[in-house]
């Protein structure tokens, strides 16, 4: 009878799980919506807020909140979804290449095919060498193709290195890495140009001086929102040690199409950088500007930069007002610049009550064409729940 305890512990504690399952998931659902404070509802007609209520996925609108998590093991992919909308579709339509690729880091796109790099070191051998997967998606045909490249990496730590960024630049894919020397820790940025043509390695490049740990670290790298776009500019953060407890940050610019480093020196930005309390400051990258924005907390209006990386001069900053709506912004969660309009998903407060909010802000002239927050349909205030947690910025359209 001994033998069998283990078999009917294992179903009791099944059932049990399944049933559990079952009672939460039956349970009605709160809904929730973006509710417009003011301006056009048309500049928000396309947002999506992505969240969570409790296991489940969900995605927040103008008229809504829609469930995805219909069932115990479409939940499960829930918390495996992408940030990316084509890489969620192509999760679903084609499983066979996207299975075990879950780092969106990893993937580029064109109007032709879908990218993926990966790196990890090879196994059995006495000096370190990194093994390269490079895999190939065409979209028409719907075939996929890859190919491998062994490359040595004596001096570096096989247990620190991870790919950064990944994208097509004519008949080649483009990598980059973040390693970390075995010796003295120091974390390099490497770049690598692999042939689609050739299957092979023609270039690789160190990126700049690496920052030492002990003085300071690089934070990750800063890319083109849209994939499609071509990649000119990487835009670093460096936080450095001073003395005593103190520590500045900067701002560092790599021009991909020249091969070259440098700071940001311009005194607007060091303001921001100075500012970045609690790091409370978002920096996007559109095409040729990098756009600062920057939460000063409750109560303070928020501040917003243009810089032009070409020119190197500020193109523009904007005061983002939050005092006649009742609104103040603790912190920015994501912000996506489209339709020459930039779009902010922070984290605050609205009528005293904790709350995401979103604002849209027009690139060119900084009116705040649209604001509103999260809120749930309820009858009474004793409904209302607290336990979901919001994403990302999405668009339906």
Request: charged fraction near 25%; charge should be neutral.
């Amino acid at each position: 009878m001994m033998r069998y305890w283990k078999t009917t512990v294992l179903t009791t504690v099944s059932v049990l799980c399944l049933g559990t399952y079952y009672i939460t998931t039956s349970s009605p659902k709160p809904d929730y919506y973006i509710q417009t404070v003011s301006g056009d509802e048309k500049a928000a007609a396309s947002i999506e807020v992505k969240g969570a209520n409790n296991q489940d996925a969900l995605t927040i609108n103008l008229e809504g909140s829609k469930y995805r998590a219909n069932s115990f093991l479409q939940s499960q992919d829930d918390h495996m979804e992408y940030n990316n909308k084509t890489l969620n579709d192509m999760f679903f339509a084609h499983d066979s290449f996207m299975r075990g690729k879950r780092n969106s880091n990893e993937f580029c796109e064109n109007e032709k095919f879908i990218g993926h790099a990966r790196m990890k070191p090879k196994p059995n051998t006495s000096d370190l060498e990194y093994l390269f997967t490079i895999s190939i998606y065409e979209k028409a045909n719907k075939q996929s193709s890859s190919f491998e490249v062994i490359i040595p990496k004596k001096n570096m730590n096989q247990h620190s290195y991870w790919v950064e960024h990944v994208w097509f630049d004519g008949q080649t894919i483009k990598v980059i890495t973040i390693e970390n020397r075995k010796k003295d820790s120091e974390r390099e940025v490497h770049l690598y140009t692999f042939s689609l043509e050739k299957k092979s390695l023609l270039n690789e490049q160190l990126m700049g001086q690496p920052i030492q740990n002990n003085n300071g670290y690089i934070r990750e790298g800063i890319y083109e929102q849209d994939r499609n776009k071509p990649q000119r500019f990487v835009i670093y953060q460096g936080h450095l040690s001073e003395q005593g407890n103190s520590s500045r940050s900067e701002l560092y610019v790599y021009d991909l199409q020249n091969g070259t480093s440098e700071q940001i020196k311009d005194e607007k930005i060091k303001e921001y950088l100075a500012n970045n309390q609690n790091e409370s400051m978002v920096v996007t990258l559109n095409g040729d500007e990098i756009i600062l924005v920057l939460a000063k907390g409750k109560e303070k209006d928020s501040r917003i930069l243009r810089y032009h990386l070409l020119e190197k001069k500020v193109k523009g900053e904007f005061i983002l007002k939050h005092e006649d709506s009742q609104t103040s912004v603790n912190q920015y969660i994501d912000v996506v610049i489209k339709d020459n309009q930039i779009f902010l998903l922070s984290i605050g407060f609205q009528q005293e009550r904790w709350a995401p909010i979103v604002h849209v802000i027009d690139l060119n002239t900084g009116l705040n064409v649209y604001k509103g927050y999260i809120n749930q349909k309820i009858e009474k205030e004793s409904d209302r729940q607290k336990n979901y947690m919001w994403g990302n910025l999405r668009f339906s359209s």
